[in-house]
C-alpha cells in the first residue's frame, strides 16, 4: 500500500519506521534543513534520535510530492493509499487546509487533544475544513514512540463512522508488533486520548511530590471518571472508556516515564516554571494546551472535572501545587459512580 505521514516529529517518524517494513512509505516534514539532515544520516536526530529510518522510507520536505505519493489516479480508483496526518494538535488545522486543494482518499491523524482556541477535538476539525465526503479517522491507544520505533509489541484502536477506512488501517498497521482494534465511537476514542494527557500532569505532579502510588492510583482512577463524564457529554460511549484508548492510554501515560506530560508534571513538582519545562523537552506535550480547552469545555457543559481544574489552575492562574492537592483532598464526600 502507498501511505505518506505527514508529520515527521516523534511519532509520524516511528510509525512510519513500523509501516515501512511492509508499504511504500513517504515521511514529510515541514523543515528542510531537517528533513535533509535526516535523509543524509537515515536518522530523524532532531525527533528520533538513535532510529534508523529503513532504507525503503522515502523522506521529503515537498509537501506536494509527499501527498501525490497516496493521490495518483491509479490509486485513487482502487482506493489503495493512505494519508495520515501525524502533526500536533495545534498544527492540525493548517495541515487539513493544505490539503484541500489535493483529491486526497482519506484522511488518519494521530494528535490527542482539543484545538485551544475553539475546544474542537481533531475529527471536528477535520470536517469543518474537509466536509463529511472524504473517508476520515483516528488512529489513537497506548504507544510511546520509541517503543513502537524499537519494534516492541503494542495495541491500538482506529475510530472511524467509516467502517472501510477502519478496515484499510486494520489492513495497513495491523501486524507483527502492532494490533488494532477498530470502533466507530470517534468522540469516546479522541476525548480518552486527549484527557489522559491532563491527567499525566497531574500523576507527574502527585508523583515529584512524593505523594505515593495510593495517590497515584486514586489520581488514574477518579481521572477516568473524569474522561467519561465528559466524553459521555460530548456523544462518546461509556465502554470506550474502559478500552486501549481510555483507560489503556490513561495507564500508560500516567504511569510510564517516557510521556511528555508526566515530565511536566514532575518538572512543576520540581519548581520548574513551565516554559524552562516546555523548552527542555523539545516536544509537545499536548495536556498543556488541551488543559484550558477542557476547562472551558467543562464549564460551558456544567461537566464536573476536579482534576482538570486543579491541573489548569496550576498552570495558568499560579495556584500553588499544594494548595490544589489539598483542595483536590478537602472535597467532599461523594458516592463513587462516575
Ligand atoms: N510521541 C508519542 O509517543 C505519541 C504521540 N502522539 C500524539 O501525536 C501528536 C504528535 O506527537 P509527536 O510526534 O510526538 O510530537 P513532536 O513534538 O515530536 O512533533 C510534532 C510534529 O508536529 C509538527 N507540527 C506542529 N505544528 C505543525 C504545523 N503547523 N504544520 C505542520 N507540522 C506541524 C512538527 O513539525 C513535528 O513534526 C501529538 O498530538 C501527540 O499527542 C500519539 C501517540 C504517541
Ligand atoms: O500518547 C502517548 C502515548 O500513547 C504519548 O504521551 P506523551 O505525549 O505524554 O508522551
Known sequence: MNITVLGAGAWGTALAIALAQRHSVTLWGRNPDTMAAAAQQRENSAYLPGF??????????????????????????????????ASSVAGLRELVQQLQAYPIPNIVWLCKGFEENTSLLPHQIVREVLGDAIPAAALSGPSFAQEVARGLPCALSVASTHAGLCDQVVAAVHGDNIRVYSTD???????????????????????????????????????????????????????????????????????????????????????????????????????????????????????????????????????????????????NPREEAV
Open 52 to 85: 534508523a529510518l529503513p532504507d525503503n522510507l522515502r523522506l521529503s520536505a515537498d509537501f506536494s510530492q509527499a501527498v501525490t505519493h497516496v493521490t495518483s489516479d491509479a490509486l485513487a480508483a482502487q482506493a489503495e493509499g493512505l494519508l495520515i496526518v
Open 185 to 331: 465511537d470517534l468522540v469516546g476514542v479522541e476525548v480518552g486520548g486527549a484527557v489522559k494527557n491532563i491527567l499525566a500532569i497531574a500523576t507527574g505532579v502527585a508523583d515529584g511530590l512524593g505523594l505515593g502510588l495510593n495517590a497515584r492510583a486514586a489520581l488514574i482512577t477518579r481521572g477516568l471518571a473524569e474522561i467519561t463524564r465528559l466524553g459521555v457529554a460530548l456523544g462518546g460511549r461509556s465502554e470506550t472508556f474502559m478500552g486501549l484508548s481510555g483507560v489503556g492510554d490513561l495507564i500508560l501515560t500516567c504511569t510510564g516515564d517516557l510521556s511528555r506530560n508526566r515530565k511536566v508534571g514532575l518538572g512543576l513538582a520540581q519548581g520548574k516554571p513551565l516554559a524552562t519545562i516546555v523548552t527542555e523537552l523539545g516536544h509537545v506535550a499536548e495536556g498543556v494546551r488541551c488543559a484550558a480547552a477542557v476547562r472551558a469545555l467543562a464549564q460551558q457543559r456544567g461537566v464536573d472535572m476536579p482534576i482538570t481544574n486543579a491541573v489548569a489552575g496550576v498552570l495558568f492562574d499560579g495556584a500553588s501545587l499544594r494548595s490544589v492537592m489539598e483542595l483536590l483532598l478537602s472535597r
